[in-house]
């Protein structure tokens, strides 16, 4: 049906990744879950490499702690800066727009 959604996906990013981008652009943020607790280095959620910032998850966030972000709309893409000695892992739950 014309102008649905493709179904919500998800992108696990684990410490050591590095930073990187989903690159489906535009694309649509729905949630953001803590899989491995974090620690050492803040994480940061952005609409691209350079655009604005999201969300800042602090070090030591709880295992399971979510982030709604309710189908907000990213033309630049989900950037995720995880610093370079960062630890734990993210869910990212995102679809992009038909």
């Known amino acids: 049906m014309k102008g649905l959604i493709h179904d ?20 649509l943020l729905y949630g953001v879950t803590v899989t491995v607790a ?22 030591s966030t709880a295992v399971n702690t979510y982030y709604d972000f309710n189908g907000i709309k990213l033309d630049s893409g989900i950037y995720v800066d995880l610093g370079s000695s960062a630890t734990g892992s993210l869910r990212i739950d995102w679809s992009y727009p038909l």
Request: hydrophobic share 35%.
């Open 8 to 27: 919500i996906q998800y992108t696990l990013y684990a410490h050591g990744s590095g930073d990187t981008a989903i690159t489906a652009v535009p694309s």
């Open 38 to 59: 974090t620690a050492t280095q803040t994480i940061t959620i952005k609409n691209g490499s350079s655009g604005d910032t999201l969300l800042i998850i602090p070090a």
